[in-house]
Every structure is written in structure tokens, then in C-alpha cells.
């Protein structure tokens, strides 16, 4: 059963460290997603991967959050400097390229403080 | 653009209770809308789809069913159990403009044994 996997599941920082997500999608699938969940704000895309050029990053601050997939076994998101207003669960999703299903990886758990 | 609008929660129900929660949406083209449901501390997963009107889509007791003409797709099951606990997206995407998915707020649903 082929899953989308997350590490950390957890993490917890002070304000002002450097932050590195990473999420191993689905083999095979060409897109990938990164998503930010909080109370307030809900579930916002911040990213998202096609073959794993970004196409649209337009959901990140720009000058704290960068996202990449240095190859297709691999995407990464960093915060540089976190910020406590960053905490929140970020989820990472996949899937094949003119599919509509995402599938969903179990989300790392950030806490800045 | 495209957007999806669902109930707001929370919604509490007794076991064996008929559950409905309400989706619309707009959207500009033809789009395949899903309902993600989101158990405790784990990511969004799929839960039923419609590719075009009039489709139904059923997993797990759930029914939707894709109505152009009310730009609806509403969530229903006849006898909701307290394993159906969760939060419920209601999205849409439009494969014709890009990869993405447009996620409604979320309603979080709870069952009373």
C-alpha cells in the first residue's frame, strides 16, 4: 500500500532556526503539493511541484519559505528563520500528472517558539 | 475563479443519525469535485468523487452526487457511526487550468454514541 511519507512528524524550534520538511511522495506520481493547516487559516497550498519543476509558489512568504525536489524521490521545505506565526501542521501531497486525486502524507507537526 | 463554499461546523449527531453536509461551488469550466475527509492527526484522504453531472460518487456508506444545475455536490450517509468522526472537505479541481485542488473551510462532524 503505497504512501506518501513525512519526516519529522514532529518538530519543535525557537524562533529564529532554520526549519527542513521533507516528504517522499507516491513512486511514480509527477505532482507534488505542499500545504500549511492551522485553525485560523485553514488548509492554504503554499506550493506545488509538476515533474518537479515548482509551477506555483505564490502561497509562500517569499523571504523566509523556499521549496524544492532535488530529485522525484525527494521534495523539501525550509523556513529560514522560523517565526512562532509559523507553526501549524504542513502536509505534503501527491499525485500522477491530469489525475485529480491527491494523496495525502500524515503531516509534520511545527511548533516555533 | 473557482471556490468551494460548505456548512460550517461543528455538527453533532447521535450514532445512527442521518448526516447531510451541504457543498457548493463555482467554478468557471467543468470540474471533478471530491469529498477528503481528515481523521485525528492524520493527513486528508480521499473520500468519494464525481468527474462530471449527475455522477454519484459512494465509498463507506457516503453518497454524493454532482448536480450542475445547483452547483452542489452535498455529503450524505443514512446511519452515521462514532468511527465517522472526523473533519469533512468538500473540493473541486479543474484539470483543464492546472493540477490544483480547491479545498472548501472544512466541517467538523461529531458523533455521539
Known amino acids: 500500500d503505497a504512501r506518501v511519507t513525512q519526516t519529522p512528524r514532529h518538530k519543535v524550534t525557537e524562533m529564529g532556526q532554520e526549519v527542513t520538511m521533507r516528504c517522499q511522495p507516491i513512486?511514480?506520481?509527477?505532482?507534488v503539493f505542499w500545504y500549511r493547516q492551522t485553525m485560523m487559516q485553514g488548509l492554504e497550498l503554499l506550493a506545488y511541484?509538476?515533474?518537479?519543476?515548482?509551477?506555483?509558489d505564490s502561497g509562500m512568504p517569499k523571504d523566509r519559505f523556499s521549496a524544492e525536489m532535488p530529485d522525484a524521490t525527494l521534495a523539501t521545505l525550509k523556513i529560514q528563520p522560523s517565526e512562532p506565526r509559523d507553526s501549524a501542521v504542513y502536509f505534503c501531497?501527491?499525485?500522477?500528472?491530469?489525475?485529480?486525486?491527491?494523496?495525502f502524507g500524515p503531516g509534520t507537526r511545527l511548533t516555533v517558539l | 475563479g473557482n471556490s468551494v463554499t460548505q456548512m460550517e461546523g461543528p455538527v453533532t449527531l447521535s450514532e445512527e443519525a442521518f448526516l447531510t453536509i451541504n457543498c457548493t461551488y463555482t467554478a468557471t469550466g467543468y470540474p471533478s469535485l471530491f469529498w477528503y475527509v481528515q481523521y485525528p492527526g492524520e493527513g486528508l484522504q480521499l473520500l468519494l468523487k464525481a468527474t462530471k453531472a449527475d455522477d454519484k460518487g459512494s465509498n463507506k456508506g457516503f453518497e454524493a452526487t454532482y448536480r450542475k444545475e445547483t452547483t452542489s455536490f452535498h455529503l450524505e450517509k443514512g446511519s452515521v457511526q462514532v468511527s465517522d468522526s472526523a473533519v469533512y472537505f468538500c473540493a473541486l479541481s479543474d484539470r483543464n487550468r492546472d493540477d490544483k485542488i480547491i479545498f472548501g473551510k472544512g466541517t467538523r462532524l461529531h458523533i455521539l454514541p
Open positions: 513512486l511514480g506520481h509527477n505532482t
Open positions: 501531497a501527491s499525485g500522477y500528472l491530469n489525475g485529480d486525486t491527491q494523496y
Open positions: 511541484f509538476r515533474n518537479r519543476a515548482p509551477l506555483d
